[in-house]
């Protein structure tokens, strides 16, 4: 069910706010920008924000060591948005560390959300993954499916120790402010844009790599831009009857990992652009439910999601 107040919702660019996202992206993109800046003068350089170097990585121990410290230079900069939600939840009156420290302890939200999630992934990864499998050529000298399945497995916990640290600041804090007085649709908009933004430097880097044209740029980041609010309003509609932070890192992680076995198997992979159309699929089925929902109801977990327990109970806002 939608999470509605009768409070006024808060501005992104409110004060404690801008402290947030001031030190997201700077902290972000000087590590980013620098360490592509140093590759670009060595030969190896391209390797860097590349897929292949996670393939030489794992399978073929192949990048070189330069590369490699680089990565892990470029590495640093996803934590910005944890040091910025730790920071900003200090200097913000309204909020405090020890509720962000609770929400990010909160494991045990039951094992039908974590399902739910599952299946969620399932519903997005899946169609993406069978088209690609029947369409597109898969990569010479292919690891085997146990080879693959150990490689997604440890990714998956780096994934859960770096990227998914994002969460203790674009939701455990940004989606924790700007949710008073929204739905999770419009709270998703409201962090999904400049958390699509943040990552502008990594992909335009990505992009730049496979060689693309400015026009081709441009036009794929904005397809990347319209998947990543998706998965804010996804994150959003889970926050929202959890409370969750540590479910926001799992869904960060585990969105991350099972789409990359895609990637990495199948030659010019049109995974993502599949997969985002069903994660929009999936968003605004969650939307049409959430606007049956009776306005003046009470907002609980709904019985299609049993979740352990339910929010606060707050009075509903018309949507």
Known sequence: MARTDLSEPIGLWARPHIVFLAIAFGFSWVFWILSWVVAQNLEAGDQLFNADLVWGLFFEDQASTTVVWLSLLSLVGVYGPMIGGIVATRL???????????????????????????????????????????????????????????????????????????????????????????????????????????????????????????????????????????????????YERTESVFLNIFIHAIFNTLPLATVLLFEASPAAVIANLALWAVVIYLRRQSQRETPDMPDQVSASFPGPTAPPTRPARPL
């Open 92 to 238: 913000d009156p309204s909020a405090t560390s020890e509720a962000l420290w609770r929400k990010i302890r909160r494991v045990g939200v039951g094992a039908r959300v974590y399902g739910l999630v599952i299946g969620i992934l399932l519903l997005v990864a899946g169609p993406a993954a069978l088209i690609v499998a029947l369409t597109a050529d898969i990569i010479p000298d292919a690891p085997g499916v146990g080879t693959v399945a150990v490689f997604l497995l440890v990714f998956f916990v780096f994934q859960m120790l770096t990227s998914g640290t994002e969460e203790i600041g674009w939701r455990g804090y940004l989606n924790e402010k700007l949710r008073h007085g929204r739905d999770f649709w419009d709270t998703g908009w409201a962090v999904g844009v400049p958390w699509a933004v943040w990552h502008f430097p990594v992909v335009v880097f990505i992009f730049l790599g496979q060689g693309l044209e400015p026009a081709a740029i441009i036009g794929s980041l904005a397809g990347f831009s319209i998947g990543i609010v998706a998965a804010a309003m996804l994150h959003a509609w889970f």
